[in-house]
Structure formats: C-alpha cells, structure tokens
C-alpha cells in the first residue's frame, strides 16, 4: 500500500516496492508449498507471528511504565528492544553468528510447528530478520513524513530570525564539536565520526512541546522560540544525515561533492517550503475531481513516492523527499486527515523500527568491569557533555532587547528523542558506526530524553506554571505545533 521505503542497502526508500518486498519474503512461504516442506512453512508464519505478538506485547507494557512515570514511551519502545535482543532475552536476533537464540522460544516453535530445530532456527534468524527489517523501514520513512505533516511553517516563520539562530547554532556547535572531539580525541575516522555528530543535531519537537505544555510554558515567548527552532532543527537535522548517508554510500569525502549535497538538499527542502501553495493547491483540486474514498491517501502516497524519487534523483537520499512531501501536504487543508489516515502505520510500523533499534544494541559493549568497553563508554560521556552543552550554548545565541530565559531556550533544545535514534538506527543499519559508537549514541538519545523534563521544571518559573498550565494545554492544539504521538 505505502509508497517509497528506504531499503536495507541503499537506503533508497520507496513504500510501494517495501511492500512488495514484504510479500516477496512472505509468498514462497505462504503460497509454495510445493517449493518447501510443511514443517518449513508453518516455521516462517509462526517465527513471524509470535515475533510480532512479542513485540507489541513488551512495547505496550514497557509504554505504558514509561506514560506512568510521565516518560515518553518512545522509551518504552527502545528499552524492549534493548531486553528483546541477543544482548538479554535473545528473542529477537539480528547478528547471524556468535549471539544465541533464545532455546525455549526455539523449543516451543518446534513443538508447534513439528519442524526440525535447525529449519526453526533459519526461520527464526533470517525470515523473521528480513521481515523486521522492512518493516522498519516502512516506520522510518512514515515517521519523517508525519514529522513533515506536523511541521507548522506558518508559526516557524512567526517566530523568525530568533527560531533561525538557535536552531542554526543548536545544529553547527553540537556537530562541529562532536565531530572534532571523536576524531582528535579518539581516533575515530572521518565518516563514523561525522555521523556520531550528524546524531547529535537535531532536537525532539514531540518531548519539548510536551513538557512544555505540561508546566504551563507553551505560548511563552521561550516556549515558541523553541518549538520554532526545533522545527529547524528537524530540518537541518535531516539535511545533515542525507548528506552523511551519501557520503557514506560513495565512502569518499570530496569537498565539491559536499558542497554539492549541502546546496542542492538545501534547496530541496526550500523548494518544498515556499512552493508549498503550488503543489499543494494541485493536491487539494485533484483529491476533490476523483470520487473515490481512498483517493486521499492513494494520492499522497503517490505524491510521497514522487518527492522520495525526485530526491533520489538528484543524488539525495528519498528520505528527505519524504520529508519535503510531508511539509507540502501539511499545509493543506488536509493535514488533519492525513495524519488520521497514516496513524495505524505510526503505531505499528514505528514501534516495530524503535524496538528493532534497540535489539541491534550490543549492550555487552557497555559493560564497565571489560577493559576493552571503557573507551566506549568513555565515547558515551563525552557525546552526552557535548549534547547538552551545544545545545545550552544555542539558547544563549538569541539577540534580543526583551528580558528572556535563554537558559530555558537552550534547556528545551535538549532532548534527542526519537530523531535521534533515526540517526543510531541508519548507522547501524549502513555499518557506518561501530557497535560501540552506536551503543553510546543511543545511550546520548536516552540520557538528554530523561533529563531535558527534569531541567525545564527547574528552569522556568514555577509561578508561571502552576498560573498558566491548563490555559495554555487548552488551547496549545490550535495555537501551536503538535506534539509527536510517539511522546
């Protein structure tokens, strides 16, 4: 159904061909019985099943834990990959050699099915693998388009040059440094290193709002200058890992060919923003001419698939043109139905990406009683200093005569959440970070996750939260940038 997906290999994502993919893995097993012996067969379809079943099982208890502690539950979803995966429970397992599956849930297959344990465990190990996979990929590109629809471009400009400033220093300082500090500091080499900084520079829209609107902080001058910036932050944030994910994909850092990616993504994205009346007034007048129920989000995966190509063909990656698709049909006046229609891939496909990123965390790699993790660890300090103080140093950027909480402007810019885990998943996903360095990023994305909420109750006045808190959660759907339902 969906239309563009970013494949495992060359990330070039297109959802149409992801589901078709999907069917591919899925038809010889459940059509050919000829080709495969029963036992085989009902192996796949109970591999697939009870690891989906698990899944969602560990990711609605682990959510709802995290909703009680007034966490976001993308949390929950990362923390059941990390208990899911070879490093605990081995329920879900990527790696081919060295990690072991969990042996009762291969017993029980078997038991099952009546397959042999070696045709279990194939199933178990690659089917289900492939499966997962693609079904991550579909998450990661319907998550850039919704955070594409739920951009508010006409409040982004309201808050102008001061949202620019914070999200531009917020996006330069954090990668600059990171970058560097890897490199000099650690000897990590030029790509893996630029990635490792490419994760710490954009900032979670969904958990600041949240918060925010929670201590009453919403419609303050703080709070829209950081949902603002945040905004850009996205942006830039996506700018920034397409053009790391080519270079990646060429494995050459040539000045001409960076000058070329940061131009031409940049007016991608700026060609989707200000034509955005254009493409989107043809959108709204061809939904309206076709008298079909399904015609609204046929046409949208249509005109996804179209800017993911577009962006592909231009030499970048298609998950920005997904991205730039969701900016253009967020100013429609069918943002609402969009956002409805695109739920149900939201809750399921988004989950199965954020628990597979946390099954592909090597935790052993974080063991500090192993001499060879400490370096590592000492890589996840160090990104978590260099996460908050870049993006505190941001909030200090804002040129104003009006008395404002630039310690707050910059506190708000610090959750990672889940961008950042887009970032530590496709690093993985390319083999362009080592298990240690994408451990310690998505230790960074959980640490600034759970602090952020923490430090902005601290940072803003407590009269102006316990005045203002209902008010402006009444009235912050209307007036402001939505929050992420993944927070």
Request: hydrophobic share 55%.
């Amino acid at each position: 159904m969906l239309g563009a997906i970013l494949t495992a290999n060359s990330l070039e994502l297109n959802l149409g061909l992801s589901i078709n993919s999907l069917l591919n893995e899925l038809s010889p097993h459940l059509l050919a019985a000829d080709s495969a012996s029963g036992g085989e067969e009902k192996a796949t379809i109970a591999a697939l099943v009870g690891t989906a079943g698990i899944i969602f099982i560990f990711s609605v208890i682990l959510g709802e834990i995290c909703t009680r502690l007034k966490l976001p539950t993308v949390l929950g979803d990362l923390v059941a990959g990390m208990l899911l995966g070879g490093s605990v429970l081995g329920l879900i397992v990527f790696s081919s050699e060295g990690v072991e599956v969990n042996t009762t849930l291969l017993r029980g297959l078997e038991v099952i099915t009546g397959a042999s344990s070696g045709i279990v465990e194939q199933a178990y190990r690659f089917q289900m693998k492939d499966f997962l996979d693609e079904s991550a990929n579909i998450g990661l590109l319907t998550l850039l388009f919704t955070t594409g629809l739920e951009s508010n471009l006409k409040e982004l400009i309201r808050v102008g040059t001061q949202a620019a400033t914070v999200a531009i220093t917020g996006v330069f300082v954090p990668f600059v440094l990171g970058t560097f500090v890897l490199i000099k500091l650690f000897g990590i080499a030029t790509i893996p290193a630029l990635f490792a900084g490419a994760a710490l520079t954009a900032t979670s829209i969904g958990i600041t709002a949240k918060v925010l609107q929670d201590i009453g902080n919403l419609k303050s001058d703080e709070g829209q200058i950081i949902l603002g910036a945040a905004i850009l932050d996205d942006i830039l944030g996506i700018v920034v890992l397409a053009v790391v994910l080519s270079l990646v994909q060429t494995g050459e850092i040539e000045i001409s060919n960076i000058i070329y990616l940061l131009t031409s993504a940049t007016l991608f994205v700026l060609g989707a923003v200000f034509l955005n009346n254009i493409f989107g007034s043809m959108f709204v007048k061809a939904v309206k001419k076709i008298n079909n129920p399904a015609a609204l989000m046929l046409l949208a995966i249509v005109f996804l698939n179209a800017c993911s190509l577009l962006a592909t063909a231009i030499g970048l990656e298609a998950i920005l043109g997904a991205f730039a698709a969701g900016l253009v049909l967020g100013e429609t006046e069918f943002q609402e139905k969009l956002q409805g229609l695109f739920e149900p891939f939201i809750f399921v496909y988004t989950t199965i990406f954020f628990v597979t990123i946390g099954a592909k965390v090597d935790l052993s790699v974080l063991n500090p009683t192993v001499a060879a993790n400490h370096k590592g660890l000492i890589i996840a300090a160090c990104l978590i200093v260099i996460a908050i103080l870049g993006k505190i140093v941001a909030g200090f950027a804002v040129f104003t005569n009006k008395p404002i909480n630039k310690l707050a402007i910059g506190t708000g810019m610090i959750p990672r959440g889940e961008v950042g885990l887009v970032f530590a998943g496709l690093g993985a996903t390319t083999g362009a970070l080592s298990n240690s360095l994408d451990a310690a990023i998505i230790i960074m994305v959980i640490v600034t996750t759970l602090i952020a909420p923490i430090m902005l109750r601290f940072v803003f006045p407590s009269s102006t939260t316990s005045d203002n808190s209902e008010e402006y959660a009444e009235n912050s759907e209307t007036d402001c940038v939505p929050v992420s339902k993944f927070n």
